[in-house]
C-alpha cells in the first residue's frame, strides 16, 4: 500500500468515504506542522530535504546518502594542515567554507520514505520531520510509534489521525488537539479517556458528547451523521475545512499580546547543576544560568508564559506551531475543568455546522495548554510535563530531569539549551540528537561522546569539528590525530570558548554557522 492509499483508506474508517488525493490536501494538511524545504546537494546537485532550522543563509548541504563520499573529502582537506592545528582560528581557517549539512536522513529500517528528513525506522512517509517508528505518514511532523497519520504534530502512539495536534495513545480522530488515549472524537480539545464525542472541550472519560452535552447513543449517532457528512462534504468542495485551532482562537486575528510574563529565577538545584555541567565540558564553571538564557535559547524553540483568558493567572504554553493561533484562549488547568462544565444549550447543539462552529462554541471553545501527565515533581516554568523533575523553563520534559532552558528533553538530564535531545546527559546547545553524553553544540547525532561542535555524526568520541562521520575518535575535521596532541588542542579551544563565555554571556559560533565564515566570530 502506497501513502495515497493509505490515506484513502484513512478516509474511509474517519469519514466512511474517500474525499480524493491526498495531493490534492497538501496545504491543508501542512499548515500547522514543521516546514519541510530542500537545497541542491553541494556533491550531486540532487534535492536534500531539510526540516526547519536556523542554518546560516550560506550553508551548503549534501544528502545523507551521500556521507561516506562527503566525509572522505573533508578529511583530506583537514589532513594537509592537520599539525598546524594550535587554537580554534586555525580550526576555523582549516574548515574554512568546507561545512556541509546534511538532509534527507533517513536511517533504520525505513523504506518509501520521500521529501522528509530524520526519519527512523519510518516506512511509507511522504514530506514530513522527525518520524520514528512509523508508518503511512504525510505532512506531518514529529511522530513516534504512529500509523496513517496525516497532517499531524507531535503525536505519540496514534493511530487512523487527519489533523492531530499533540495527541497520545489516540485513534480514529479528526482536528483534535491535547487528546488523551481517546478515540472516534472530531474538532475535540484537551480530552482524556473519551470516545465517540465531536465539538467538545475539556472533557475527562466522555462518550457521545456534542459541545460539552450529553447525549443518548441514538441522539448522538443521529446528529453525528449530518455532521460528519457536512465536513466531508465541506473537505470534497475545498480541501479545506475551519479547524479545530481555528475554533479554539475564536478565528479571528489575535487582537493583543498576551505574553506578559517574565521567567522565574532558576531554582538553586538547577543553577548547580548547569555549573557542574558546564565543568565537566569546558574545565571551568560557568554561574548564573539567567545571564546565559538568551544564548542557551538561540536555535531552541522557547516556552511562552501568557495570560489566562478569564484571569490574571499564568499560564505556560510549549512553543509548537499550532499553539500560536490560540495564546489568547488558553486557560490554567483548573480553570480548564470548570471551563469543561459548560455546555451548548439543545438548540445550538442541533444547529451546529461546520460553518458556524467557531460562533456556537464560543463560550466552551478555551482550553489549557498544561498538560501533566502522571507525577511530576519540582518543575518551574514548565509546559507538557510526563514524569519529570526538577526541570526549568522548558517545554515537553518527558522522563528526564535537570532540564533548563529546553524543548523536548526525553529521557534525559543535565540537559541546558537543547532541542529535541534523546536519552542524553551533560548536554548544553544540542540539537535533533539520541544518546550523547559531555556534548557541546552537536546536532543530528547519535551515540556519541565528549563532541564539540559536530553535526551528523556516529559512534563518534572525543571529537572536534567533524561533519557527517562515523567510528572516530580524538578526530578534528574528520582526521584522527592522536590523544595527546588531541587533548592538547581541545584545552586550547575549551579555554578559548569558556573565556568568551564567561566575558560576553553568549558565543556566536555555533554548529549552525560553523560552515559560513563570515558568522562564526
Known amino acids: 500500500m502506497d501513502i495515497n492509499q493509505a490515506w484513502k483508506s484513512t478516509c474511509r474508517v474517519i469519514f466512511g468515504e474517500e474525499i480524493g488525493e491526498i495531493q490534492e490536501f497538501?496545504?491543508?494538511?501542512?499548515?500547522?506542522?514543521?516546514?519541510?524545504?530542500?537545497?541542491?546537494?553541494?556533491?550531486?546537485?540532487?534535492?536534500?530535504?531539510?526540516?526547519?532550522?536556523?542554518?546560516?543563509?550560506?550553508?551548503?548541504?549534501?544528502?545523507?546518502?551521500?556521507?561516506?563520499?562527503?566525509?572522505?573529502?573533508?578529511?583530506?582537506?583537514?589532513?594537509?594542515?592537520?599539525?598546524?592545528?594550535?587554537?580554534?582560528?586555525?580550526?576555523?581557517?582549516?574548515?574554512?567554507?568546507?561545512?556541509?549539512?546534511?538532509?534527507?536522513?533517513?536511517?533504520?529500517?525505513?523504506?518509501?520514505?520521500?521529501?522528509?528528513?530524520?526519519?527512523?525506522?519510518?516506512?511509507?512517509?511522504?514530506?514530513?520531520?522527525?518520524?520514528?517508528?512509523?508508518?503511512?505518514?504525510?505532512?506531518?511532523?514529529?511522530?513516534?510509534?504512529?500509523?496513517?497519520?496525516?497532517?499531524?504534530?507531535?503525536?505519540?502512539?496514534?493511530?487512523?489521525?487527519?489533523?492531530?495536534?499533540?495527541?497520545?495513545?489516540?485513534?480514529?480522530?479528526?482536528?483534535?488537539?491535547?487528546?488523551?488515549?481517546?478515540?472516534?472524537?472530531?474538532?475535540?480539545?484537551?480530552?482524556?479517556?473519551?470516545?465517540?464525542?465531536?465539538?467538545?472541550?475539556?472533557?475527562?472519560?466522555?462518550?457521545?458528547?456534542?459541545?460539552?452535552?450529553?447525549?443518548?447513543?441514538?441522539?448522538?449517532?443521529?446528529?453525528?451523521?449530518?455532521?460528519?457528512?457536512?465536513?466531508?462534504?465541506?473537505?470534497?468542495?475545498?480541501?479545506?475545512?475551519?479547524?479545530?485551532?481555528?475554533?479554539?482562537?475564536?478565528?479571528?486575528?489575535?487582537?493583543?499580546?498576551?505574553?506578559?510574563?517574565?521567567?522565574?529565577?532558576?531554582?538553586?538545584?538547577?543553577?548547580?547543576?548547569?555549573?557542574?555541567?558546564?565543568?565537566?565540558?569546558?574545565?571551568?564553571?560557568?554561574?548564573?544560568?539567567?545571564?546565559?538564557?538568551?544564548?542557551?535559547?538561540?536555535?531552541?524553540?522557547?516556552?511562552?508564559?501568557?495570560?489566562?483568558?478569564?484571569s490574571e493567572r499564568q499560564v505556560c504554553v510549549a512553543p509548537l506551531l499550532f499553539h500560536e493561533p490560540i495564546l489568547e484562549s488558553c486557560v490554567t488547568m483548573g480553570e480548564a475543568d470548570e471551563v469543561g462544565k459548560l455546555k451548548l444549550a439543545d438548540e445550538e447543539v442541533h444547529a451546529l455546522s461546520v460553518a458556524n462552529a467557531a460562533k456556537i462554541l464560543e463560550k466552551i471553545r478555551l482550553i489549557t495548554p498544561e498538560i501533566v501527565i502522571r507525577q511530576n515533581a519540582r518543575m518551574v516554568d514548565c509546559g507538557v510535563i510526563a514524569e519529570a523533575a526538577d526541570c526549568y523553563f522548558s517545554s515537553l520534559c518527558a522522563y528526564s530531569k535537570y532540564a533548563a532552558c529546553s524543548f523536548w528533553p526525553r529521557e534525559s538530564e543535565h540537559v541546558f539549551g537543547t532541542d529535541t535531545v534523546l536519552s542524553s546527559k551533560f548536554c548544553i546547545k544540542c540539537y535533533n540528537s539520541e544518546n550523547l553524553t559531555r556534548c557541546f553544540e552537536v546536532s543530528d547525532s547519535n551515540s556519541c561522546t565528549d563532541c564539540y561542535f559536530c553535526h551528523n555524526c556516529e559512534n563518534v568520541h572525543d571529537s572536534m569539528f567533524c561533519f557527517n562521520a562515523k567510528n572516530l575518535r580524538h578526530a578534528v575535521g574528520n582526521v584522527e590525530m592522536g590523544k595527546e596532541a588531541y587533548l592538547k588542542l581541545k584545552r586550547a579551544v575549551m579555554g578559548e570558548i569558556f573565556a568568551k563565555l564567561e566575558k560576553d554571556r553568549d558565543l556566536k559560533m555555533g554548529i549552525f554557522n560553523i560552515g559560513c565564515r563570515n558568522e562564526k566570530k
Open 26 to 310: 497538501s496545504a491543508y494538511l501542512k499548515k500547522y506542522t514543521d516546514p519541510i524545504s530542500s537545497r541542491p546537494s553541494a556533491l550531486s546537485g540532487k534535492e536534500a530535504f531539510l526540516s526547519e532550522g536556523d542554518f546560516c543563509p550560506g550553508a551548503a548541504f549534501i544528502r545523507y546518502d551521500e556521507n561516506e563520499e562527503y566525509s572522505k573529502k573533508l578529511a583530506s582537506k583537514f589532513r594537509l594542515g592537520i599539525n598546524q592545528l594550535k587554537d580554534l582560528d586555525s580550526i576555523l581557517e582549516a574548515l574554512g567554507e568546507n561545512a556541509c549539512y546534511a538532509g534527507s536522513i533517513v536511517l533504520g529500517n525505513s523504506a518509501e520514505v520521500s521529501e522528509s528528513n530524520r526519519c527512523t525506522n519510518a516506512n511509507a512517509v511522504k514530506a514530513s520531520s522527525d518520524i520514528y517508528d512509523s508508518k503511512y505518514v504525510a505532512f506531518s511532523s514529529m511522530v513516534r510509534y504512529g500509523e496513517h497519520v496525516f497532517g499531524c504534530t507531535s503525536m505519540g502512539e496514534c493511530k487512523f489521525m487527519v489533523r492531530g495536534f499533540r495527541c497520545h495513545r489516540s485513534s480514529r480522530m479528526f482536528e483534535s488537539v491535547h487528546t488523551e488515549h481517546s478515540s472516534g472524537c472530531f474538532f475535540c480539545g484537551n480530552i482524556d479517556g473519551c470516545q465517540d464525542m465531536m465539538f467538545s472541550f475539556n472533557q475527562r472519560s466522555g462518550r457521545h458528547m456534542i459541545g460539552n452535552c450529553q447525549l443518548s447513543r441514538e441522539e448522538y449517532s443521529k446528529l453525528k451523521v449530518k455532521l460528519v457528512e457536512d465536513i466531508r462534504t465541506t473537505l470534497e468542495a475545498k480541501r479545506n475545512v475551519t479547524s479545530v485551532i481555528e475554533i479554539v482562537g475564536g478565528n479571528v486575528k489575535k487582537k493583543k499580546d498576551v505574553r506578559t510574563f517574565e521567567p522565574s529565577p532558576a531554582p538553586n538545584d538547577i543553577e548547580k547543576r548547569f555549573k557542574d555541567c558546564s565543568r565537566l565540558l569546558f574545565g571551568r564553571e560557568l554561574s548564573g544560568i539567567g545571564n546565559y538564557r538568551a544564548w542557551l535559547y538561540r536555535h531552541v524553540p522557547e516556552l511562552i508564559k501568557v495570560k489566562s483568558a478569564i
